[in-house]
């Protein structure tokens, strides 16, 4: 295909153009794909794709102007045995407007899975080659066509388990389980026949029509068919099913019918989850309708609750998947977590209209569901959880993982480049899910509330059941406020990075004559962000008087201040809304704790942190002294948990092994003193979880085995099983022995007796040899990892990670790090999307060392070509192990 380059209006990105007849300007245009091609031209004049791997932009391109009208019909039969293959009869029915090329299929699974492929009727030889199944242009025929598909189901994302299994398709799986087109613009419906073990349960997309007994070839009884209905035209990334050994409720709220499918077998958790999380979905769905002024768009609303997600949820259409471990919640849950389980279903809800309504064009645009699901999310919890904060909420949410990534010399865009979505994995990360929803709030603010919801509405009416881009919404939003969204969007979203904030104070006889503002690129460009943020004057005996700033210039004079009594300090950011590294006065730390609005304790908190990893105002252990003086003194739960989480990581990864030891008994006593201070039993569960974290000592150590082994937490401290297998680890870890003569691992045996349910227990068993107290089991535990079918449980690997890479682990540990990192390409294609950034953190975020640093900078010199998205995953979880050699010179 011939393609040329084009600038898009002032944004001024470059924009991929293929050549095109001109009746197709329309459908390409809402891909941002301009035709260039006179009339005359045809698909079958052009130069079609290649058979590649992965799904090209430029197959995708050229099928969508095609294809159409696809739709798939799926029989699937799921024996019991996890071992045995799962048979799959698939019909696919599209519209071509042109059959002089072959039609591309996308599947990714070993030649050997294909069985027998008949286009039209007619039996075509299998030709399968790079991840494609190709079929003839002999076969084809313009108008509609019907492709028939005997197969082995591929099962690299059918996630199976001994009796249950789900789908998880995002972002271009469905090709691992059958031929699909496998791309976001090409909707199409579904529907399903599962054959399954007679006692399992099932749920996919669409209603269910009817279950029948069956049997295998009339030979094996026990099985049930499940026929679901045709499925509403959705992405192939949201088809989803999911079968097994759940337990089935179903209730009605708001006149809403809603099914729960879950394998949860704690009564308390049980009893004290259930109603939350219909009612949360319930609450989600009533503020999404009223928000958007569009009912619910599809034909049903499920869910299922799965042992380990990969994610936390998934927004299926009619299946929505949450990880079991976030919806049900005990007695013993925190306000966070609380909160975190609104946020979720309000985020999963949400998607519902921002994702699988209006989906984008292609994967570069995928960060736009997800920022509108969490800021959708956000706001939804503020209404559907009492008393919640939602302002601080959002600055403790977002900030420190948005910073933590933008912060980094890996740091990406919002909005980046995807040339083939076999890459699209390694988009994700904090940047979309908290940078976006704070330029979100900053964008919301400059439009104003009102503008900016008539907008969104204007954007799901026009591409209702279709595909849109960050370019179209952009367009809408801009014919509803006078302010350039283009040069803000190139800024905010087109470039990575934020500004560094500093400030000129000029005062005469206890005045301010003058008070500018000045921000500059991290970075060291001459960029700008235009935002709008607070800052606040503080004066002896807790007055203040808050002054907005509007940052449309390098430096801005803020004319409100002048005449102002001269300030004991200024607090920059104090409403959270601001986005950079703010000036932090020296006065701040002995005040922090006493300014009365919680939200400005938080941006303190982050100003503060932000200032010690840059090396400026405060150092590591300066800052713990503070936030040991605010253990006591912190009344909000939230911010107890910010400065909790703060302090610990101070300590673990930025203090010198030697200075941890001198300050952890001091610590530990501090932390145990504001436990027994605090009145709030989910505070006072903060302090000991941080306890726990820090411990040291061998008498800190004792007190926690005490704790473990008579199962008696501290006073007004509530703990689960769940909270005790943690506390088993990290005594395991810490190799403390279980009693005269008795081996660590002992700890973790007694543990796992004490777990009842079956999928917690197989967890446990995971995690065990990587805390194992010889090298040799954790050095085979490792090994293992290199085997994909051993890094099936993500979420298990992760944590097992963690354990083996513990500080306190890693003199025996840092030897597996270069083959830790010369794993990753591999990881990234067989493993779900968050899984290389996990892998990474996991591997690399508890080290501090030259030599770990070393390894990092080697690899990468030795790998000067390697793949720019996976080397800036590499660099973004690197970032602290950099710092801290930075720091400790």
């Known amino acids: 295909m011939n393609f040329r380059f084009r600038k898009y209006g002032r944004a001024g990105g470059f924009l991929l153009v293929l050549l095109a007849t001109a009746c197709q300007r329309q459908s390409l245009a809402t891909a941002n794909l301009l035709p260039a091609a006179g009339p005359a031209a045809s698909i079958a004049e052009a130069t079609l794709p290649s058979v590649t791997t992965g799904v090209s932009e430029a197959l995708a391109i050229a099928r969508k102007e095609n294809i159409s009208r696809v739709a798939y019909d799926l029989q699937l039969t799921i024996p019991a045995q996890k071992t045995e293959p799962i048979l799959a009869v698939e019909s696919v029915s599209f519209t071509l407007r042109d059959n002089q090329q072959p039609v591309q299929f996308d599947f990714k699974a070993p030649t050997a899975n294909l069985q027998r492929v008949v286009v039209n009727g007619q039996p075509v030889p299998i030709d399968y080659r790079n991840e494609h199944l190709v079929l003839p242009a002999a076969a084809l025929k313009r108008g509609r066509n019907v492709t028939e598909i005997r197969l082995v189901a591929g099962e690299q994302s059918l996630n199976r388990n001994a009796d249950y299994l789900y789908t998880l398709l995002v972002p271009d799986r469905a090709r691992t389980v059958f031929p699909v087109f496998d791309q976001p613009n090409l909707k199409a419906t579904f529907k399903l026949a599962l054959t399954v073990p007679r006692l399992w349960q099932a749920v996919a997309n669409a209603p269910l029509v009817d279950s029948t007994e069956s049997t295998l070839d009339g030979r094996v009884p026990g099985f049930k068919t499940y026929q679901f209905a045709t499925s509403d035209s959705i992405s192939t990334y949201l088809f989803s099913f999911a079968a097994g050994r759940f337990s089935r409720l179903n209730r009605t709220l708001n006149g809403r019918s809603m099914t729960l499918l879950h394998r949860e077998t704690d009564p308390a958790k049980l009893r004290l989850s259930l109603d939350s999380i219909f009612q949360l979905h319930a609450d989600a769905l009533q503020f999404m309708q009223q928000y958007t002024g569009l009912p619910y768009p599809f034909q049903k609303f499920d869910f299922v609750s799965i042992p380990d997600f990969q994610y936390g949820g998934m927004e299926h259409v009619g299946a929505i998947d949450y990880k079991a471990s976030t919806l049900f919640l005990d007695e013993g849950a925190t306000q966070d977590q609380l909160l975190a389980r609104s946020n979720l279903v309000a985020h999963e809800t949400a998607h519902m209209w921002f994702g699988d309504l209006v989906t984008m064009q292609w994967f570069n645009d995928v960060w736009m569901k997800e920022v509108f699901a969490n800021f959708m999310a956000d706001k939804v919890t503020q209404v559907a959880v009492k008393n919640s904060n939602y302002d601080l909420k959002f600055v403790i949410d977002h900030y420190p993982a948005a910073y933590g990534i933008d912060r980094t010399a890996g740091a990406n865009p919002i909005r980046q480049p995807l040339a083939n979505l076999q890459d699209a994995g390694s988009l994700y990360g904090n940047i979309i899910y908290h940078k976006a929803p704070i330029m979100m709030r900053q964008l919301e603010r400059l439009m104003g509330p009102e503008a900016f919801q008539q907008g969104l509405r204007e954007y799901l009416r026009k591409y209702a059941g279709g595909n849109a881009t960050w370019p179209d919404l952009i367009a809408l939003l801009d014919a509803r406020t006078p302010a350039d969204l283009q040069a803000w969007n190139q800024v905010w979203v087109n470039q990575p990075g934020r500004p560094v904030f500093a400030h000129t104070l000029k005062t005469i006889g206890g005045k301010i004559t003058e008070l500018t503002l000045t921000q500059r690129a991290e970075d060291g460009s001459e960029r700008l962000w235009p935002q709008l943020f607070e800052i606040l004057l503080v004066y002896p005996g807790g007055r203040t008087k808050e002054l907005t700033v509007n940052m449309t210039d390098r430096a801005v004079a803020l004319t409100q201040a002048v005449g102002e009594p001269v300030p004991s300090f200024i607090l920059f950011n104090s409403t959270g809304l601001g986005y950079g590294v703010f000036p932090v006065a020296s006065q701040l730390t002995a005040q922090v704790a006493r300014l009365k609005n919680p939200v400005a304790r938080a941006a303190a908190y982050v100003n503060l942190y932000e200032n010690m990893l840059n090396g400026q105002v405060i150092k590591p252990l300066e800052l713990l002294t503070v ?181 306190l682990r890693q003199s025996a540990s840092e030897k597996y790090l270069p083959t830790s990192l010369e794993l990753l390409e591999e990881i990234q294609l067989t493993g779900d999307i968050f899984f290389p950034y996990s892998w990474l953190q996991a591997t690399l975020g508890g080290y501090q060392s030259p030599a770990a640093a070393s390894t990092v900078r080697t690899f990468l010199q030795a790998h000067p070509d390697y793949n720019p998205k996976l080397r800036a995953k590499l660099l973004q979880a690197a970032d602290d192990l950099f710092r801290a050699e930075k720091l400790a010179q």
């Open 627 to 807: 936030y040991r003086q605010a253990f006591t003194r912190e009344p909000e739960e939230l911010n107890l948990k910010l400065l909790t989480g703060q302090a610990s990581d101070i300590f673990w990864h930025f203090l010198s092994p030697a200075q941890r030891l001198t300050v952890g008994p001091g610590l530990e006593q501090d932390l145990w003193a504001a436990l027994q201070q605090n009145p709030a039993g989910n505070s006072k569960k903060l302090l000991f979880k941080t306890y726990q974290s820090i411990a040291l000592s061998r008498p800190a150590q004792a007190r926690l085995y005490q704790i473990w082994q008579t199962e008696k937490a501290p006073n007004g401290v509530k703990l689960t099983e769940d909270d005790y297998t943690a506390l088993a680890l990290a005594l395991a870890v810490r190799d403390y022995p279980a009693g005269p003569g008795a081996a660590p691992e002992s700890i973790l045996v007694q543990q796992l007796a004490r777990v009842k349910n079956v999928d917690r227990r197989r967890r446990l068993e995971f995690l065990m040899p990587a805390l194992a107290p010889d090298v040799a089991t954790r050095d085979a535990f490792f090994a293992s990892l290199k085997d994909e079918k051993n890094r099936e449980k993500e979420a298990w690997v992760s944590a097992a990670l963690g354990y083996l890479h513990h500080p």
